[in-house]
C-alpha cells in the first residue's frame, strides 16, 4: 500500500547485544537509580518471579527505576501516573516496535503489536469496522456453540485442566468467528497444536532463546511457522480466487484499500492474522483460568454469580445482549477484579524516541522503558488490600473514583487492545455456560505457579474439580 512497510530488524542474537551496547554507551545523562550492576540472580527472578522485585524497587525507589537485566539496561515506571504518561500523554514518545516486543516478529510478523507510528494507525483503521460492537455480537452465537462442544463429556464429579481446555476453545472461537476459517481444512496440519509449539518458543529461558540450529527452540518455533503459514496463505489463496468474502475480519482485510487504491499483500494480511490470532485466544485463556481459580478460592463470590446466572438466565443459553456486561453486573466486576491481579498482557516493554521528564529524572532518548500493570495493579494506595480478590472494588462508584492509569489490563489510547470488545464478551459467554454446569473446586495438593512469558498464565496448566452445582459450598 501507500505506506513504507516498517524497517527490518535483526534476530542474530549477537548482533542484536552489540546494537543494546552501543546504544546504551550513546546515552547522553545517567538513568535513575536502581539495581545496574550486572546479576545472574536478578536476571532469572525477572524471567520466573519479577512481581516482588519489581513492587520492591518501587518501595525503595519510587515510581521510575533502573534495572539491568542480563546485559542491557532500561526503566521500569510503574503507577497510575507512569502508565498514563506513556499510554496516553506522550504515546507517540514510546515505540513498541524498538522494545522487547521485537521478540515477537519472528512469529507473528509485522503485526499490530509490532508496529508503530502512520503504519499502525492505519492497520487499526482497516480493522476498526471489523470489530464494531454489531460484529462482535454476530461472533457470540459462535462463542456458545463452540463452548457447548467443548463442554460435552465434562460432569460434575470429573477433573479438568481448565487452562489448556480453554486454551483451545479459544482458538477455535477465534479461528470461526474472527477468521471463517474451515478448522476441518488443515491439510492434516493440526493447526491449534502447531500454534501452541511455536508459542511454546517464548516460555523458554532466555539462554534457549538465543540458541541457533537443530532441536533448538528457535527451530521448533520456525518448523511450526512455516506449517501454519501453509494453511493461511492456502487460504488466502483460495479466497482471492473463489472470490469468496463474507463478514470475518480476514474478508475484510482482503478487500480493504488505501487512499491510492492499494490493498494489502499476502505478506500483510498473513502478519496481522497471526498477531490476532495471538491475542485472540492467549489473553481469554488465560483470565478464564484465573477466574475459575479465583472463584473456587472464594465461596461467597461465586455464590453470588451463581444466583445471578439463575435470576437472569434461568438456566437458558446466553444471547449476546445477555453477555454485554450490563446484565451481569456481578460476573463483570468478578472478571474485572481478575484481570486486575492477573493481567494477560502484564508488561509493556517500549524504547522512548526523544528524552523526557518523569518523576523529577531526566531520561535520555534511546532508553528502554516498560510499564508493568501486574505491578501498577497490585499497589496499596491504589488498591487497599491488593492481594485479595475483592469484585466489589469495581462497583461502578468505586471504579469512578480510580485514578487515570490505574487500571489498564487492556492497554490504552490509541494502542488500546483493538479486540477487547470481543474477548470481553467471549469470556462472558464461556463462563455463563461453565456457572450453568459445574461449580469449580480447587484440586487437593495442586499449588497454582504463575508463568508469565508471553502472557500470564498457570504455569503448567490448572487442573480443576468440576462439582455439583447445587452441592452445598464450603464455609468461608
Same mark, same amino acid.
Given at each position: 500500500?501507500?505506506?513504507?512497510?516498517?524497517?527490518?530488524?535483526?534476530?542474530?542474537?549477537?548482533?542484536?547485544?552489540?546494537?543494546?551496547?552501543?546504544?546504551?554507551?550513546?546515552?547522553?545523562?545517567?538513568?535513575?537509580?536502581?539495581?545496574?550492576?550486572?546479576?545472574?540472580?536478578?536476571?532469572?527472578?525477572?524471567?520466573?518471579?519479577?512481581?516482588?522485585?519489581?513492587?520492591?524497587?518501587?518501595?525503595?525507589?519510587?515510581?521510575?527505576?533502573?534495572?539491568?537485566?542480563?546485559?542491557?539496561?532500561?526503566?521500569?515506571?510503574?503507577?497510575?501516573?507512569?502508565?498514563?504518561?506513556?499510554?496516553?500523554?506522550?504515546?507517540?514518545?514510546? #515505540?513498541?516496535?524498538?522494545?522487547? @516486543?521485537? !521478540?515477537? *516478529?519472528?512469529? =507473528?510478523?509485522?503485526?499490530?503489536?509490532?508496529? %508503530? &507510528?502512520?503504519?499502525?494507525?492505519?492497520?487499526?483503521?482497516?480493522?476498526?469496522?471489523?470489530?464494531?460492537?454489531?460484529?462482535?455480537?454476530?461472533?457470540?452465537?459462535?462463542?456458545?456453540?463452540?463452548?457447548?462442544?467443548?463442554?460435552?463429556?465434562?460432569?460434575?464429579?470429573?477433573?479438568?485442566?481448565?487452562?489448556?481446555?480453554?486454551?483451545?476453545?479459544?482458538?477455535?472461537?477465534?479461528?470461526?468467528?474472527?477468521?471463517?476459517?474451515?478448522?476441518?481444512?488443515?491439510?492434516?496440519?493440526?493447526?491449534?497444536?502447531?500454534?501452541?509449539?511455536?508459542?511454546?518458543?517464548?516460555?523458554?529461558?532466555?539462554?534457549?532463546?538465543?540458541?541457533?540450529?537443530?532441536?533448538?527452540?528457535?527451530?521448533?518455533?520456525?518448523?511450526?511457522?512455516?506449517?501454519?503459514?501453509?494453511?493461511?496463505?492456502?487460504?488466502?489463496?483460495? #479466497?482471492?480466487?473463489?472470490?469468496? @468474502?463474507? !463478514?470475518? *475480519?480476514?474478508? =475484510?482485510?482482503?478487500?480493504?484499500?488505501?487512499? %491510492? &487504491?492499494?490493498?494489502?499483500?499476502?505478506?500483510?494480511?498473513?502478519?496481522?492474522?497471526?498477531?490476532?490470532?495471538?491475542?485472540?485466544?492467549?489473553?481469554?485463556?488465560?483470565?478464564?483460568?484465573?477466574?475459575?481459580?479465583?472463584?473456587?478460592?472464594?465461596?461467597?463470590?461465586?455464590?453470588?454469580?451463581?444466583?445471578?446466572?439463575?435470576?437472569?438466565?434461568?438456566?437458558?443459553?446466553?444471547?449476546?445482549?445477555?453477555?454485554?456486561?450490563?446484565?451481569?453486573?456481578?460476573?463483570?466486576?468478578?472478571?474485572?477484579?481478575?484481570?486486575?491481579?492477573?493481567?494477560?498482557?502484564?508488561?509493556?516493554?517500549?524504547?522512548?524516541?526523544?528524552?523526557?521528564?518523569?518523576?523529577?529524572?531526566?531520561?535520555?532518548?534511546?532508553?528502554?522503558?516498560?510499564?508493568?500493570?501486574?505491578?501498577?495493579?497490585?499497589?496499596?494506595?491504589?488498591?487497599?488490600?491488593?492481594?485479595? @480478590?475483592?469484585?466489589?472494588?469495581?462497583?461502578?462508584?468505586?471504579?469512578?473514583?480510580?485514578?487515570? &492509569?490505574?487500571?489498564?489490563?487492556?492497554?490504552?489510547?490509541?494502542?488500546?487492545?483493538?479486540?477487547?470488545?470481543?474477548?470481553?464478551?467471549?469470556?462472558?459467554?464461556?463462563?455463563?455456560?461453565?456457572?450453568?454446569?459445574?461449580?469449580?473446586?480447587?484440586?487437593?495438593?495442586?499449588?497454582?505457579?504463575?508463568?508469565?512469558?508471553?502472557?500470564?498464565?498457570?504455569?503448567?496448566?490448572?487442573?480443576?474439580?468440576?462439582?455439583?452445582?447445587?452441592?452445598?459450598?464450603?464455609?468461608?
Amino acid at each position: 500500500m501507500a505506506l513504507a512497510a516498517p524497517e527490518p530488524v535483526t534476530f542474530n542474537p549477537w548482533k542484536r547485544l552489540a546494537g543494546d551496547l552501543r546504544i546504551e554507551r550513546s546515552w547522553d545523562g545517567p538513568l535513575p537509580p536502581g539495581p545496574t550492576r550486572f546479576s545472574i540472580r536478578r536476571t532469572r527472578r525477572v524471567a520466573h518471579d519479577p512481581l516482588p522485585l519489581l513492587l520492591d524497587c518501587y518501595r525503595e525507589l519510587g515510581p521510575i527505576f533502573s534495572m539491568r537485566i542480563l546485559h542491557a539496561s532500561g526503566l521500569f515506571m510503574i503507577g497510575p501516573e507512569a502508565n498514563h504518561h506513556i499510554l496516553v500523554e506522550n504515546a507517540p514518545n514510546f #515505540r513498541w516496535r524498538d522494545g522487547g @516486543f521485537v !521478540d515477537l *516478529i519472528p512469529l =507473528l510478523g509485522d503485526g499490530m503489536l509490532t508496529i %508503530d &507510528g502512520d503504519y499502525h494507525r492505519r492497520a487499526r483503521r482497516i480493522m476498526l469496522p471489523a470489530f464494531h460492537r454489531d460484529r462482535v455480537a454476530a461472533a457470540q452465537e459462535t462463542m456458545v456453540e463452540e463452548t457447548l462442544r467443548a463442554l460435552e463429556g465434562h460432569a460434575p464429579g470429573g477433573e479438568l485442566d481448565i487452562y489448556h481446555w480453554a486454551r483451545s476453545l479459544a482458538l477455535r472461537i477465534a479461528m470461526r468467528a474472527l477468521f471463517g476459517f474451515d478448522l476441518d481444512r488443515g491439510g492434516g496440519i493440526d493447526v491449534a497444536e502447531e500454534f501452541e509449539r511455536a508459542l511454546s518458543y517464548y516460555g523458554t529461558d532466555y539462554a534457549a532463546r538465543s540458541l541457533r540450529g537443530p532441536r533448538t527452540p528457535w527451530r521448533r518455533m520456525h518448523e511450526s511457522r512455516r506449517l501454519l503459514d501453509r494453511v493461511i496463505y492456502a487460504e488466502i489463496a483460495r #479466497r482471492r480466487e473463489e472470490e469468496d @468474502f463474507g !463478514d470475518d *475480519i480476514l474478508s =475484510l482485510l482482503m478487500q480493504a484499500r488505501d487512499e %491510492d &487504491g492499494g490493498g494489502y499483500t499476502d505478506r500483510e494480511l498473513r502478519d496481522q492474522l497471526m498477531t490476532l490470532l495471538f491475542a485472540g485466544h492467549d489473553t481469554t485463556t488465560s483470565t478464564v483460568s484465573f477466574l475459575f481459580y479465583e472463584l473456587a478460592r472464594h465461596p461467597r463470590a461465586l455464590a453470588g454469580l451463581l444466583e445471578e446466572q439463575d435470576a437472569v438466565l434461568g438456566g437458558r443459553a446466553p444471547e449476546a445482549a445477555d453477555v454485554t456486561g450490563e446484565a451481569l453486573p456481578k460476573l463483570e466486576m468478578a472478571i474485572d477484579e481478575t484481570l486486575r491481579l492477573y493481567p494477560p498482557a502484564w508488561i509493556g516493554p517500549r524504547r522512548c524516541v526523544e528524552p523526557f521528564e518523569f518523576g523529577g529524572h531526566r531520561i535520555p532518548g534511546g532508553v528502554p522503558v516498560s510499564y508493568c500493570s501486574w505491578a501498577s495493579h497490585r499497589l496499596p494506595e491504589v488498591f487497599p488490600e491488593p492481594e485479595a @480478590f475483592v469484585p466489589e472494588r469495581f462497583a461502578p462508584e468505586a471504579r469512578a473514583k480510580l485514578p487515570k &492509569g490505574a487500571y489498564v489490563p487492556f492497554g490504552g489510547g490509541s494502542r488500546t487492545c483493538i479486540g477487547m470488545r470481543f474477548g470481553q464478551m467471549e469470556i462472558r459467554t464461556i463462563a455463563t455456560l461453565i456457572l450453568q454446569r459445574v461449580r469449580p473446586g480447587l484440586l487437593p495438593g495442586h499449588t497454582m505457579r504463575v508463568r508469565q512469558m508471553p502472557t500470564l498464565s498457570p504455569d503448567g496448566g490448572l487442573p480443576m474439580l468440576l462439582q455439583e452445582r447445587e452441592a452445598p459450598l464450603p464455609a468461608g
